[in-house]
């Protein structure tokens, strides 16, 4: 449940199971929760919902989920409808991260702005004159899927070289599993395989650990080629980085602003800032709010 100017007031998180009727029942069971927390003199004006894959927002349907793949076709919307009347506004979790970083994240006040979400994969958001461009089949974003090494590794999506498949959480946590069986050195020796994940090499990055900063230095290296495109293309003033990734800190955000202004246009070195998303953990509760806020609102004023 969040206010207007993106204050979180209650908050519910279920554990999910996997067959998608449940998952449904499960969407069904948490906004029932949140509906009783709605105070006297309090207005709820929309609902919103974020998800992994492609969301075609006029069907009101999730498509392609990879990772819950149980959901694929649903009309999510639609079922969500039969049981609560309040307009209903979905979009990709990605996306909606970058309108909750717009209107109260690190992009208040700019009307022009990219956030990527980097997390098990990549996602991303474009801002464009204050709002939110979804391109003809709202794939517009897909950031994970640039090529950033042609015919390089091989992608969640099918294809080789895609960004994902480089400073992903999951790229990195296979790098470093691969550096150790070539016994590499590093504090990562200490845990067990199943416990080494991008959380864990980020800290040693930044303590000094040779292995994890060069795990993260690479994972900077494409994510800022990946940004010096962006900006070549759209000539935008900030792209904010969100995600657990994004906890790789001074390591990681130095090797991504090294790479961006080596790769970009030079005459649009110094023209940009790549910021650290302020959302957190908030981001996809404040995001799937700002669905409401940005195009409930958008929707109102047509109307
Ligand atoms: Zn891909």
Redo the contacts with the bound molecule.
């Keep these: 449940l969040v206010r207007g100017d993106g204050h979180v007031l209650h908050k519910k998180s279920i554990p999910i199971k996997t067959t998608s009727s449940h998952i449904i029942d499960q969407i069904l069971l948490s906004i029932s929760l949140l509906l009783k927390e709605i105070k006297v003199g309090q207005e709820l004006i929309g609902i919103g919902m974020g998800a992994p894959g492609n969301v075609n927002r006029l069907k009101g349907t999730i498509q392609g989920a990879y990772n819950l793949s149980g959901l694929e076709d649903q009309a999510i919307v639609e079922i969500i409808q039969k049981k609560h009347s309040y307009p209903i506004f979905i979009d990709n979790d990605a996306t909606n991260a970058a309108k909750g970083e717009f209107l109260f994240g690190a992009g208040k006040n700019c009307q022009h702005m990219v956030a990527l979400t980097i997390g098990t994969g990549i996602g991303g958001g474009i801002i464009l004159n204050g709002q939110v461009f979804h391109g003809i089949t709202d794939y517009a974003g897909e950031i994970?899927?640039m090529t950033v090494v042609p015919n390089g590794r091989l992608?969640?999506?099918g294809?080789y070289g895609?960004l994902?498949?480089y400073s992903s959480a999951s790229a990195m946590v296979d790098q470093a599993r691969q550096a150790l069986r070539r016994r590499e050195t590093s504090q990562l020796e200490t845990l067990k395989p199943n416990e080494i994940n991008s959380e864990r090499i980020c800290y040693w990055a930044n303590e000094g650990d040779s292995l994890c900063e060069s795990i993260v230095q690479d994972a900077g290296h494409f994510i800022g080629l990946a940004i010096a495109n962006i900006i070549n293309l759209l000539n935008i003033p900030l792209v904010v980085v969100g995600g657990g990734v994004s906890a790789g800190g001074k390591v990681l955000f130095q090797s991504i602003d090294e790479s961006a202004n080596k790769h970009v246009l030079p005459r649009l070195r110094g023209t940009f800032r790549v910021e650290k998303a302020l959302l957190g953990n908030d981001a996809g509760v404040i995001g799937s709010a700002s669905a409401v806020f940005m195009e409930g609102l958008e929707h109102t004023h047509t109307l």
């Design positions: 994970g899927h992608c969640s999506c294809n895609c994902e498949a």
